[in-house]
């Protein structure tokens, strides 16, 4: 290991005094993976207890969708977009944004879609 | 920067009794730790951990947090990233936890047998329980800590401003973190979780948003835009509108105003050695040199040529002698007298000689005898040149006839070339009497006919063009923004035409019988295919010529005249190369323009990034919507203290904005008062040092028995008081 490494302890030392399982003995080399549950995993689980619906938790204290009118603007410029391309699905500003829009590659196209989650996945 | 790294070791770990507790505020972005009372924590490092291989032992070693990037270098991380514990706001990985955790109590100088503290550590509203449950499980066995305690960051935040006076005991907190947005109400100094309100974006998204939008306008540098980079371009430039629209329009429009909040960032780039045109005496030393190189040549070509000259005449000399002596030589010993000087004859002698004249009269640059008044005499005297032809055959010997043969060629050819000759002749003097009479037209009447050439001169130039377009057909009708060209498109008119006979020939004979070849049209396939389609070649010379007699003829007489590149010449559009301009200094500049509001503006319209979750101002009329008392007086002390704390409350502007927001949504008349975190990013750890920090927090506090005795749905409702 380089010197300069050694000296700004960049790495993380394997065995710590102050522990009482060290890490290469809770996940030993070697062995498959430890599978954590995700997130939905957990939040699955949580709906299973059956908790009272009153009380709070991290599902229903999640704020629902906006009462607003949906915001459009421009996918390329960030301008106030009055026109919509039924071709590529963008939303432009004026006619200059879509002459641009019409020369994107489409590999771009589902680029600024997938900024609004807005592209098509193929699966 | 608000957010610094500190990870140097500490070395007074010793000196801090075991009821003295350790505070952890784990952030999704930031981790930090230290010890209860203090006001600073003592080690801050980005909550993430690498784990590349070291390039020359290639080990597999752990890196947690942010270090200096120079020092990576020794490291392979194209393997892996940099790996976060969370998921969202919630820890799920607790391997990595367990890598941070370890990396943070070394670095706060921890050396005993175990972690002898009481243990305060933030986690985010109403963490699940199998979360929570998983982080008290981790240190308890493998930490073996005294006693733990969960709380609330932004709570945490919340407590330590209101002790400074900044808010009330009523109030809203808003927190826009790294991946979350939370709304706490707080009645009587305390959070009611039952108003809570999440919306899934933070400072992730806005980086992101803005790291996508650039790496979009500027494809070519892609690479500059880092993590980190982003990350600092955000919090130094990004703000939030008073009035998104407005702003955008008035960027929209241009103007001094969206110049000045434009920002640039000028990448590094060097100007390309300019090729400096050179000084008078330069120019004076090469044209002397090229004068010398010059002048030597030429004397060199000189002494070259008089020498070649000498020789000749020397030749010539030579030749005239042995012709006078053969001359006076008896015709019996002419034969000896010329095996001596290698000569078979004097006919030969005679043939050099002439031809040894000519090359000396070459020398010396004398002309040469007349092309055409040599073909004049070869005319006059064409019975004498063949004067075998009219003999007829019967009278010659063998020789003869074959010489006679001869003759009749070299006459055929000679009157051919002779034709050929009147013919240009004549057709130049068609031309001349052409143009005479344009010209006469011209004098008659020169607007018209310049009108007239021009039309004639777009006529021409569009049946050509039409004609080379059909031919190769590249990418005309091409308006699809996919901007791909097919297979179709790639292949000239005679390529599509052949593969077009071949599929049908083909298709045709996929069914039933094959019977190709039993009449004989079905032949004429392959002259078809053979084919190029050249057929219409002449035509298209024919108009080509005419077309460049047009424009020669129109620039002669039209100075604005500027001919269209020319049709002969040119490729398809597809195949020439483009045109490379030198790269300029602008090339190196990413404008930060509308992006530096936009991108936080998610916060306050999640939709622009397609989540469908309300903003900032609205989350407080749902937060105070969902609380169980629908008291007036109560929702009036809660926005007279709206108070913000978290990473992304630091953008310029977000107060007003928020400000204005809530005054849409809430009933007119309503007191509304934003304020912003004495420190937005360090208040939550100050706050829960402070809490740590009272004689009574053990009683929050639970042990490891606690832990497994009182069983899982009593964790899930553990949750601390926050007013000792």
């Known amino acids: 290991m380089e010197a300069e490494v050694i000296k700004a302890e960049l790495v993380l030392p394997t065995h710590m005094s102050f522990k009482r399982i060290q890490m290469y003995e809770k996940y030993p080399k070697g062995q498959s993976k430890v599978r954590w549950k995700q997130l939905k995993q957990i939040l699955q689980a949580e709906i299973c207890q059956n908790y009272s619906p009153d009380e709070p938790n991290y599902v229903n204290i999640e704020s629902p969708p906006s009462m607003q009118p949906c915001k459009r603007i421009c996918d390329i410029t960030g301008f106030e977009a009055p026109y919509h391309d039924p071709r590529t699905n963008l939303r432009y500003a004026n006619a200059d944004v879509f002459k641009l829009v019409r020369s994107l590659p489409n590999e771009y196209v589902q680029r600024y879609l997938a900024l609004r989650k807005a592209a098509v996945v193929l699966r | ?724």
């Open chain 2, 1 to 724: 920067m608000p957010f610094i790294s500190k990870i140097q070791r500490q070395t007074d770990y010793n000196r801090f009794p075991p009821s003295t507790p350790i505070v952890i505020d784990n952030g999704a972005s930031y981790f930090r730790i230290g010890w209860a009372g203090e006001t600073e924590p003592r080690v801050i490092f980005r909550n993430i951990v690498q784990r590349p291989r070291h390039k020359s032992t290639g080990e597999t070693v752990t890196i947690v947090g942010d270090h200096d990037p120079a020092l990576l270098k020794y490291f392979d991380c194209t393997r892996s990233g940099p790996r976060s514990a969370f998921d969202s706001n919630v820890v799920f990985q607790f391997e990595i936890m367990e890598y941070v955790l370890d990396f943070a109590f070394d670095r706060l100088g921890a050396n005993g047998s175990r972690i002898d503290h009481p243990i305060l550590i933030t986690e985010c509203v109403c963490n699940p329980v199998h979360s929570r449950s998983k982080m008290a499980e981790l240190l308890f066995e493998t930490y073996g800590v005294r006693s733990v305690a969960f709380g609330v960051d932004a709570v945490f935040s919340y407590k330590y401003n209101q002790l400074h006076g900044i808010c009330e005991k009523d109030g809203l907190a808003i927190c826009p973190g790294f991946t979350t947005t939370h709304v706490i109400p707080f009645v009587d100094g305390e959070p009611v979780y039952k108003g809570c309100c999440r919306s899934n974006i933070g400072g992730y998204h806005i980086t992101d948003y803005l790291k996508q939008l650039l790496s979009l306008k500027y494809p070519h540098h892609m690479a500059r835009f880092t993590w980190e980079k982003v990350e600092d371009l955000k919090m130094e430039h990004c703000y939030i509108a008073p009035d998104y629209a407005l702003e955008a329009q008035l960027f929209q429009k241009g103007g001094k105003e969206a110049e000045y909040k434009t920002r640039c960032w000028q990448l590094p780039w060097v100007p390309l050695p300019t090729e400096e045109p050179p000084s008078e005496a330069e120019i004076a030393r090469k044209a002397a040199i090229r004068e010398r190189q010059g002048q030597r040549l030429r004397e060199m070509a000189e002494a070259k040529r008089s020498s070649r000259i000498n020789e000749l005449e020397n030749q010539l000399q030579g030749l005239e002698f042995l012709l006078q002596q053969l001359g006076q030589v008896q015709e019996e010993d002419i034969q000896s007298f010329l095996s001596e000087t290698g000569y078979g004859s004097k006919l030969e002698i005679e043939l050099t000689l002439t031809k040894v004249t000519q090359s000396l009269r070459k020398a010396k640059g004398e002309p040469k005898p007349d092309q055409a008044e040599n073909e004049e005499k070869a005319d006059s005297c064409t019975s004498d040149k063949y004067p075998l032809i009219n003999v007829p055959d019967n009278m010659l010997t063998p020789e003869q006839l074959k010489e006679k043969k001869r003759q009749i060629f070299l006459k055929i050819t000679t009157e051919g070339r002779q034709r050929a000759k009147q013919k240009r002749v004549e057709e130049e003097l068609e031309r001349e009497r052409k143009t005479q009479q344009d010209e006469e037209r011209r004098l008659e009447n020169p607007q018209l006919y310049l009108e007239q050439m021009h039309t004639k001169y777009k006529e021409l130039y569009e049946k050509v063009e039409q004609r080379k377009r059909l031919k190769t057909n590249g990418g005309h009708t091409n308006g699809s923004s996919s901007g791909g060209v097919g297979r179709g498109e790639r292949l000239n008119a005679a390529q599509r035409e052949r593969m077009r006979l071949l599929t049908t020939a083909a298709f045709d004979r996929g069914k039933g019988e094959d019977t190709f070849g039993a009449k004989d049209e079905d032949w004429q396939l392959y002259k078809l295919m053979g084919k190029d389609n050249d057929d219409d070649d002449d035509g298209a010379d024919e108009d080509e010529a005419e077309l460049a007699r047009v424009s020669s003829r129109l620039q002669e007489i039209d100075p604005t005249f500027v001919p269209k590149p020319e049709p002969t010449a040119s490729q398809p559009a597809a195949t020439e190369v483009p045109h490379v301009r030198p790269l300029t200094k602008e090339d190196f500049q990413i404008v930060l323009g509308v992006e530096r509001f936009r991108c936080p503006e998610i916060l306050f319209h999640p939709n622009l990034v397609g989540i469908d979750q309300v903003g900032l101002d609205e989350m407080t009329g749902v937060s105070i919507r969902r609380l169980p008392s629908k008291d007036k007086a109560l929702a009036n002390r809660l926005t007279s203290s709206v108070f913000m704390t978290g990473g992304c409350s630091l953008f310029p502007g977000i107060n007003e904005r928020l400000e204005a927001g809530i005054r849409m949504l809430q009933p007119c008349g309503s007191p509304i008062k934003v304020v912003r975190a004495l420190d937005p990013v360090l208040d939550a750890w100050r706050g829960a040092s402070l809490y740590a920090a009272n004689s009574r927090f053990h009683q929050q506090t639970f042990s490891r028995s606690d832990y497994y005795e009182k069983g899982e749905d009593w964790l899930r409702q553990y949750q601390v008081r926050y007013t000792l």
